[in-house]
């Protein structure tokens, strides 16, 4: 048993003070120090100081680590230039990212503590390394395929990954499925996988790009000539109507929605999907921005990635929270940081059906902790103050134990 006093402590809703936590694998109770020294007398004591902030472990819905190699190989600034570049250095960038490479990544996001994150896979390469990483992992085996004579090769890899990662399950692994997008998913492969993995975790990519947008919407664009020159294809297989239609029943973690109309939105809201907003990326590949207050008012809960190293500069929550602050600029910058922290812990690990991201007795004992330079001086801006000043985290528990 442990117990960790805390003079600022943000519990996955909102910040708190002098706080007393108990805890062995799970949170035991919440309460004043003096209580819970009393109660558990043998527990370790840690008192934080008055500039240390405790928190639940940070989640990061929507991370890709098959390209983790990448450094100046991709272009940037529209997402068909980045797609093509992406095919024409893939063979490469994949063999670069091995053991090492995974290892480097799922380090990086430790000691910068997020404790669980949602690897998207298309090929099953990083598997082994996800099993083996600290963190709660949720592994999305990704579908992807537009070509119809292609459906039954393609599902039967798609099950063959889905089934390798089913040999890996336990409380800190959890095998899910991810359909790429409409674009690239022929319907009669998205409806045979959907019937299959029902009850499994479920993630898509969804309208990120102006150039998705024209193709679903009017068959033509920069997309036209990449599905022509590449697949033979001159029109798109799906809209974006019925891939939603295709996913009813099955609350959906989106990613991207950028280019998603209200109209979109409202079915997102109705549907109880929730968002994974990634603003680094979507600033990198031309994308544009979510209108996050827009998705606020229609009560869709959006969350934060990081997307990958294809399409960012690392895997640091802290650093897409500052990107957002910055991006969203007539947000308010208290209430905006508040909400930040909550789309990075709670709101999160509720889309992904998981009982962490708050600081509750029952809930994983998956905390960390963070040093700010001086002492904060109200509840109010230390969200803010938090978000600008963390680099690293000084304190990482998993289920109790201690790795940082």
Known sequence: MTIIFARWLFDGEKILQNLGIAFDTRIVETGSFEILETRYPEADIVELSEREVLLPGLVNPHVHLEFGANTTHLRYGDFIAWLESVITHRDELIDACHAACYKRQIEEMLHTGTTCFGAVSSYGKELKACRAAPQRVVYFNEAIGSRPAAVDALYSDFMQRLEASEKAASDRFVPAVAIHAPYSVHPVLMKKILHETEGKPLTAHFMESPAEKMWLR???????????????????????????????????????????????????????????????????????????????????????????LSSNTSLNLWEEMRAALMLHHLAPLDLFALDLLRAATSRAADALGLPVGRIVPGNHADLVTVELPDTPENRETLPLQTILHTRKIDRLYIGGKRHV
């Open 218 to 308: 009017e068959g033509r664009g920069a997309f036209r000539l990449f599905f022509e020159t590449y697949l033979g294809q001159s029109r798109p297989v799906c809209d974006p109507e019925t891939f939603l239609e295709m996913l009813e029943g099955r609350e959906t973690l989106l990613t991207h929605a950028v280019q998603a109309d209200e109209t979109l939105l409202d079915r997102i809201a109705a549907a109880g999907h929730s968002i994974i907003h990634c603003p680094r990326s979507n600033r990198l590949l031309g994308c544009g921005r979510l209108a996050i207050e827009t998705v606020g008012e229609k009560g869709i809960p959006w969350l934060l990635g990081t997307d990958g």
